[in-house]
Nanobody, 121 residues
Framework: QVQLVESGGGLVQAGGSLRLSCAVS????????MGWYRQAPGKQRALVAS???????NYADSVKGRFTISRGNAKNTVYLLMNSLSLEDTAVYYCNAVGQISRQTPPRNYWGQGTQVAVSS
C-alpha cells in the first residue's frame, strides 16, 4: 500500500551528472526521513544521503561535495543531484523513507524498486 517510485537513472560518462527523483504514495501517515542508498554488484547496500523532515542532511563521505539531496515542493518527494560522477558510483540506487502508516505505529523503513546508474569511462 505504500510505494516509493524512483526515476532519473541511466547511462552517463565519467564527470557527468544525473538527477534522481523519488515520490512516496499510498496510505502513509507521516514521513520523517527520506534518503538514497546504493548497491553495487557483490557489495552491501550503503547510505548515500538522507534528509529529515526538519531539513537535517547527512552524506556518505564518498559523495560529500559531489552529491546534493533535497526535498521537493510536493509532499514526500526527494531528489539526488549527482555531479562529477565516476566509475565507482555505478550502482542501483534505492529511495528510502522512514515513516508511519498510522500515529499508533512505530516508524519503519520503506524502499523503492531501485534505478540503475551506470557510469562509463
Amino acid at each position: 500500500q505504500v510505494q516509493l517510485v524512483e526515476s532519473g537513472g541511466g547511462l552517463v560518462q565519467a564527470g557527468g551528472s544525473l538527477r534522481l527523483s523519488c515520490a512516496v504514495s499510498g496510505s502513509i501517515f507521516s514521513v520523517n526521513i527520506m534518503g538514497w542508498y546504493r548497491q553495487a554488484p557483490g557489495k552491501q547496500r550503503a547510505l548515500v544521503a538522507s534528509i529529515t523532515s526538519g531539513g537535517t542532511i547527512n552524506y556518505a563521505d564518498s559523495v560529500k561535495g559531489r552529491f546534493t539531496i533535497s526535498r521537493g515542493n510536493a509532499k514526500n518527494t526527494v531528489y539526488l543531484l549527482m555531479n562529477s560522477l565516476s566509475l565507482e558510483d555505478t550502482a542501483v540506487y534505492y529511495c528510502n523513507a522512514v515513516g508511519q502508516i498510522s500515529r499508533q505505529t512505530p516508524p519503519r523503513n520503506y524502499w523503492g524498486q531501485g534505478t540503475q546508474v551506470a557510469v562509463s569511462s
